[in-house]
């Protein structure tokens, strides 16, 4: 598979034989004699992604004690927050999943998404140190969790949309998804639609990522 749409989404050049370990499940690996498999990258990329948060959320946030530090943390490297920034630059399908994996759909399931972004990571500094790797995590990660709130639509925005348009004793939300390009290089267009209107729209390379990105705009309209 070439790789270099992937490696333009993520900014960054990893080296290939790196890159395809990282993306290499170990369902893929087992029906294929075993080969290795991308889950020493992941231990490696967990621990620079918890550096690089750690650095981040400390520096940010210098009135918070020692636990609140800890629970800010924890939900930043949250698998589905990881999940949420894999599903930005539509990391799934470039998995290397086993039969199986892929006939249950694991190139959407959370923990593979998360497992896999965090390879790419290690991948990442392996490749070229730890300027590469921060570059992914600033970038993809960060972005989404400047506050609480934020944080908490990041992983579950349609959940959080629901609650406040009942509060609000309005309808629940309906996504009109719309997609553009071929299939290896789709980008999907979502709109949600609240009693008739469209509230807001968002965009990403799965229909998932873009139906995240309209919950989250739609939430702001809401609440502006």
């Given at each position: 598979?070439?790789?270099?749409?992937?490696?333009?989404?993520?900014?960054?050049?990893i080296e290939a034989?790196?890159?395809?370990?990282?993306?290499?499940?170990s369902s893929?690996?087992?029906?294929?004699?075993?080969?290795?498999?991308?889950?020493?990258?992941?231990?490696?990329?967990?621990s620079v992604l918890g550096f690089v948060v750690t650095g981040h959320v400390y520096l940010e946030n210098p009135d918070l004690d020692e636990g609140s530090l800890s629970r800010l943390r924890s939900a930043t490297v949250s698998a589905k927050t990881l999940a949420v920034a894999a599903d930005q630059i539509g990391l799934g399908e470039f998995i290397r999943l086993g039969k199986g994996e892929l006939a249950t759909g694991g190139q959407t399931k959370t923990n593979i998404l998360a497992d896999?972004?965090?390879?790419?990571?290690?991948?990442?500094?392996?490749?070229?140190?730890?300027?590469?790797?921060?570059?992914?995590?600033?970038?993809?990660?960060?972005?989404?969790?400047?506050s609480e709130d934020e944080r908490l639509?990041?992983?579950?925005?349609?959940?959080?949309?629901s609650e406040l348009l009942k509060s609000l004793g309005k309808s629940d939300a309906t996504f009109e998804v719309t997609h553009e390009g071929p299939d290896h290089d789709r980008t999907?267009?979502?709109?949600?639609?609240?009693?008739?209107?469209?509230?807001?729209s968002g965009s990403g390379r799965t229909r998932k990522a873009a139906e995240a990105q309209a919950a989250i705009g739609s939430l702001k309209t809401l609440r502006g």
């Amino acid at each position: 598979m070439n790789y270099a749409s992937l490696t333009q989404r993520l900014g960054i050049t990893i080296e290939a034989d790196l890159l395809e370990l990282a993306l290499t499940h170990s369902s893929y690996a087992y029906e294929n004699g075993k080969i290795p498999n991308n889950e020493r990258l992941e231990f490696l990329g967990d621990s620079v992604l918890g550096f690089v948060v750690t650095g981040h959320v400390y520096l940010e946030n210098p009135d918070l004690d020692e636990g609140s530090l800890s629970r800010l943390r924890s939900a930043t490297v949250s698998a589905k927050t990881l999940a949420v920034a894999a599903d930005q630059i539509g990391l799934g399908e470039f998995i290397r999943l086993g039969k199986g994996e892929l006939a249950t759909g694991g190139q959407t399931k959370t923990n593979i998404l998360a497992d896999t972004f965090e390879a790419i990571i290690g991948a990442a500094f392996l490749s070229g140190g730890l300027a590469p790797a921060k570059h992914i995590i600033d970038s993809l990660v960060l972005p989404l969790l400047s506050s609480e709130d934020e944080r908490l639509e990041t992983s579950e925005p349609r959940t959080v949309l629901s609650e406040l348009l009942k509060s609000l004793g309005k309808s629940d939300a309906t996504f009109e998804v719309t997609h553009e390009g071929p299939d290896h290089d789709r980008t999907f267009f979502a709109k949600v639609i609240v009693d008739g209107e469209a509230v807001a729209s968002g965009s990403g390379r799965t229909r998932k990522a873009a139906e995240a990105q309209a919950a989250i705009g739609s939430l702001k309209t809401l609440r502006g």
